[in-house]
């Protein structure tokens, strides 16, 4: 069974560009979640997806992130326009759907540069 | 608002040494306590979890014990290896929002041989 998977490992882009970041949950996970860990400090929940809706947003920073999960399958996580403090690794995990976000399985992160 | 605290590293060991990885806690409600790992190059995965106050939560080596009255759950093993090079986050999750986990700084671990 494959894991999570995201899209691209690493990104490097300039201040002011638009970024999107892909995440291939686990086949018939509902539940898919994004957090970050920006500078090396504690990794920070962003929002929660149940199928395609959106659970809780309560942790996406401003209205520059967008997230969308058409057709409850893949997500992508978009920064436009992105600035030097949205540096950091984003990461994706999943679960079945009655299972707590502790038992989610995490993928390997995108490492975001913005420079 | 909810936290994990943990001891900042980064901690370097030689092999066979015993680890301890401090990890305390605020949270307003009875949380669940978790420590999880990210090897180099991996994605995060759950070494270890302990759900009440007195359990002992144990995997390839580690303990770490939930003890309410101190609010914290310490991440030890007896003898470490090479292999445990990485980073370490100790996290919980509130037993009133299940879907989101609380993470701490995280602490990346050396092993030398």
């Known amino acids: 069974e494959a894991g999570v998977t995201q899209f691209p490992s690493h990104s490097v882009i300039e201040k002011g560009q638009t970024v999107t970041l892909r995440c291939d949950p686990i086949?018939?996970?509902?539940?898919l979640y994004w957090y970050r860990r920006v500078m090396g400090k504690e990794i920070k929940f962003l929002l929660h997806?149940?199928?395609?809706?959106?659970?809780?947003e309560s942790g996406m920073p401003n209205n520059r992130f967008l997230a969308e999960r058409t057709g409850g399958t893949y997500s992508t996580l978009k920064v436009q326009p992105a600035e030097l403090e949205d540096s950091g690794v984003y990461f994706c995990?999943?679960?079945?759907?009655?299972?707590?976000?502790?038992?989610?399985?995490f993928g390997q992160g995108t490492r975001l540069t913005v420079v | 608002g909810d936290s994990v605290t943990q001891m900042e590293g980064p901690v370097t060991l030689s092999e066979e040494a015993f680890l301890t990885i401090n990890c305390t806690y605020t949270?307003?409600?009875?949380?669940?306590l978790f420590w999880y790992v990210q090897y180099p190059g991996e994605g995060l995965q759950l070494l270890l979890k302990?759900?009440?106050?007195?359990d002992k939560g144990s995997n390839k080596g580690f303990e770490a014990t939930y003890r309410k009255e101190t609010t914290s759950f310490h991440l030890e093993k007896g003898s470490v290896q090479v292999s445990d090079s990485a980073v370490y986050f100790c996290?919980?999750?509130?037993?009133?929002?299940?879907?989101?986990?609380?993470f701490g700084p995280g602490t990346s671990l050396s092993v030398i041989p």
């Open positions: 996290a919980l999750t509130e037993k009133t929002s299940y879907d989101k986990v609380i």
């Open positions: 302990a759900t009440k106050a007195d």
């Open positions: 995990a999943s679960s079945r759907r009655l299972s707590t976000a502790a038992e989610a399985f």
């Open positions: 086949s018939g996970h509902d539940n």
């Open positions: 997806f149940v199928k395609e809706s959106k659970q809780d």
């Open positions: 949270a307003t409600g009875y949380p669940s």
